[in-house]
């Protein structure tokens, strides 16, 4: 019996772990093709941002109601579900004919993408007792980074050599293998609200929200953006007021009142998100447009971050089971900042192993931060939450990731406008590139304290139980 439950959780930290390892593959191969797409079709830098906002957005959007759906009606059928999805819209982005449909593409797979990290985590914590969680999250981060560093290398050198519409379509038989593999592994289902309502209006809401705050902002400074964000920031809190009232939410918020290590943990989380995702879309056009490297070498140098997360990633796990978590990772975010601050100062000529030392940097330090931070926040909740609490916590990172690109369009649009990056244009890009890591730097910097408030947070709680 003591063998079967080991091969099951064996097998279930297999299945998410893969899963775990396929979107951030994409994401980062994706990243190093942005130059050829953007030639292929003519994009400016402000359009080019939408090939991956798109699928943040609609990974957002439909994050917290895939956990809540996952509760109510299993997460293994939302979890197999979401792979199947993905390969799908993975093909249609192979054979996209125009860029709209191949934005409408990746936003199909960031709804795939939603509904294998949004039920994949809580089926690994599921199954793991509490001693062993801080490993299990290690290994599953870890194989985030293993995805993040293969895809700049992988991808370089598939962009080069065939083309970017085949880093979506060799994703195509690996996911149909998934489908024949993955029901074997997960056994059972994971359903801990089974027979509740699910809230249909306040998922309504809460969507669209979000796409009119997130839209909003990529349109700044129009005054048509500024009124989308007004309007966003109004749908988030008549969304928060339902929520409170209604019986059955789809975010639970009633359950994170007075959870201070909670709320912490994800504010830290989508500040370290805002402050880090853009930099590999900022270092893949500066190295192919300013330093003129081919795709291959561009994701050659783009892999040291990456390649440093996967590595230190399980120990940060480990650690983070015997060291506060609040300590490794606000260490990790004032490491980042620094990596940042470095960014800040790039020319026409960096030496390329300073931009590899800088990323080297970014990547210890994102390590620091990300497990011990997702064990605090999985810690701090009971078992019945571990899917709204899991989908909280994607939320913060995807809502981080696009506000970071959002950062980066507005940075584009005020300093650059809707033209192409050209020689005529390098000098007024690489002043965007600068200010937008300084940004960053700043940002970074200013949530360590939110990092470090949990502890104080913590205290204050109990002395008001008390």
Same mark, same amino acid.
């Given at each position: 019996?003591?063998?079967?439950?080991?091969?099951?959780?064996?097998?279930?930290?297999?299945?998410?772990?893969?899963?775990?390892?396929?979107?951030?593959?994409?994401?980062?191969?994706?990243?190093?093709?942005?130059?050829?797409?953007?030639?292929?079709?003519?994009?400016?830098?402000?359009?080019? #941002?939408?090939?991956?906002?798109?699928?943040?957005?609609?990974?957002?959007?439909?994050?917290?109601?895939?956990?809540?759906?996952?509760?109510?009606?299993?997460?293994?059928?939302?979890?197999?579900?979401?792979?199947?999805?993905?390969?799908?819209? #993975?093909?249609?982005?192979?054979? !996209?004919?125009?860029?709209?449909?191949?934005?409408?593409?990746?936003?199909?797979?960031?709804?795939?993408?939603?509904?294998?990290?949004?039920?994949?985590?809580?089926?690994?914590?599921?199954?793991?007792?509490?001693?062993?969680?801080?490993?299990?999250?290690?290994?599953?981060?870890?194989?985030?980074?293993?995805?993040?560093?293969?895809?700049?290398?992988?991808?370089?050198?598939?962009?080069?050599?065939?083309?970017?519409?085949?880093?979506?379509?060799?994703?195509?038989?690996?996911?149909?293998?998934?489908?024949?593999?993955?029901?074997?592994?997960?056994?059972?289902?994971?359903?801990? !609200?089974?027979?509740?309502?699910?809230?249909?209006?306040?998922?309504?809401?809460?969507?669209?929200?979000?796409?009119?705050?997130?839209?909003?902002?990529?349109?700044?400074?129009?005054?048509?953006?500024?009124?989308?964000?007004?309007?966003?920031?109004?749908?988030?809190?008549?969304?928060?007021?339902?929520?409170?009232?209604?019986?059955?939410?789809?975010?639970?918020?009633?359950?994170?009142?007075?959870?201070?290590?909670?709320?912490?943990?994800?504010?830290?989380?989508?500040?370290?998100?805002?402050?880090?995702?853009?930099?590999?879309?900022?270092?893949?056009?500066?190295?192919?447009?300013?330093?003129?490297?081919?795709?291959?070498?561009?994701?050659?140098?783009?892999?040291?971050?990456?390649?440093?997360?996967?590595?230190? #990633?399980?120990?940060?796990?480990?650690?983070?089971?015997?060291?506060?978590?609040?300590?490794?990772?606000?260490?990790?975010?004032?490491?980042?900042?620094?990596?940042?601050?470095?960014?800040?100062?790039?020319?026409? !000529?960096?030496?390329?192993?300073?931009?590899?030392?800088?990323?080297?940097?970014?990547?210890?330090?994102?390590?620091?931060?990300?497990?011990?931070?997702?064990?605090?926040?999985?810690?701090?909740?009971?078992?019945?939450?571990?899917?709204?609490? #899991?989908?909280?916590?994607?939320?913060?990172?995807?809502?981080?990731?696009?506000?970071?690109?959002?950062?980066?369009?507005?940075?584009?649009?005020?300093?650059?406008?809707?033209?192409?990056?050209?020689?005529?244009?390098?000098?007024?890009?690489?002043?965007?590139?600068?200010?937008?890591?300084?940004?960053?730097?700043?940002?970074?910097?200013?949530?360590?304290?939110?990092?470090?408030?949990?502890?104080?947070?913590?205290?204050?709680?109990?002395?008001?139980?008390?």
């Amino acid at each position: 019996m003591m063998d079967d439950h080991a091969d099951h959780r064996k097998g279930v930290l297999l299945v998410t772990t893969l899963g775990s390892f396929l979107t951030p593959f994409m994401s980062s191969s994706v990243n190093v093709a942005l130059p050829a797409i953007a030639d292929e079709f003519g994009l400016d830098p402000i359009l080019l #941002s939408w090939v991956g906002l798109s699928f943040l957005l609609s990974a957002a959007v439909f994050l917290v109601p895939v956990g809540r759906l996952g509760d109510i009606h299993g997460m293994k059928k939302l979890f197999l579900a979401g792979m199947a999805l993905y390969t799908v819209a #993975s093909l249609g982005c192979g054979l !996209s004919p125009s860029a709209p449909l191949l934005i409408v593409s990746r936003a199909l797979q960031g709804a795939g993408g939603a509904m294998l990290f949004g039920t994949g985590m809580p089926i690994l914590i599921s199954v793991y007792p509490p001693h062993e969680r801080g490993k299990v999250l290690g290994i599953n981060v870890a194989a985030v980074y293993v995805g993040l560093s293969m895809g700049p290398f992988v991808g370089g050198i598939i962009t080069q050599h065939v083309g970017w519409r085949a880093l979506f379509l060799w994703t195509v038989p690996i996911g149909l293998l998934f489908l024949v593999v993955a029901p074997r592994w997960l056994k059972g289902e994971w359903a801990v !609200s089974r027979g509740d309502r699910f809230d249909a209006a306040g998922s309504a809401l809460y969507a669209g929200a979000l796409v009119a705050l997130m839209y909003g902002f990529s349109l700044l400074p129009a005054v048509s953006g500024a009124w989308l964000v007004a309007g966003g920031l109004a749908g988030f809190w008549v969304f928060f007021r339902w929520e409170l009232r209604t019986a059955h939410p789809v975010w639970n918020i009633r359950v994170f009142r007075g959870n201070f290590p909670f709320l912490f943990s994800n504010a830290s989380a989508f500040i370290n998100y805002s402050a880090t995702f853009g930099v590999t879309f900022l270092l893949s056009l500066y190295l192919q447009y300013v330093r003129h490297l081919n795709p291959q070498d561009a994701g050659t140098i783009l892999v040291a971050q990456p390649v440093v997360m996967a590595l230190f #990633s399980p120990l940060a796990g480990r650690l983070s089971d015997r060291i506060p978590p609040r300590m490794m990772a606000s260490a990790g975010m004032a490491l980042t900042s620094v990596a940042l601050a470095f960014f800040a100062f790039l020319h026409e !000529s960096t030496p390329h192993w300073q931009i590899v030392a800088g990323l080297i940097v970014l990547g210890l330090g994102f390590a620091l931060f990300s497990s011990p931070n997702t064990n605090a926040v999985m810690s701090s909740v009971e078992k019945q939450h571990y899917g709204i609490a #899991s989908a909280t916590l994607g939320t913060m990172r995807l809502t981080g990731q696009m506000f970071s690109l959002g950062i980066v369009m507005l940075l584009f649009a005020v300093m650059m406008g809707p033209v192409h990056i050209q020689p005529g244009t390098q000098h007024l890009f690489l002043k965007t590139v600068r200010v937008a890591f300084l940004s960053f730097a700043l940002l970074c910097a200013a949530g360590v304290p939110a990092s470090l408030a949990r502890r104080r947070a913590r205290t204050e709680a109990r002395e008001i139980s008390v």
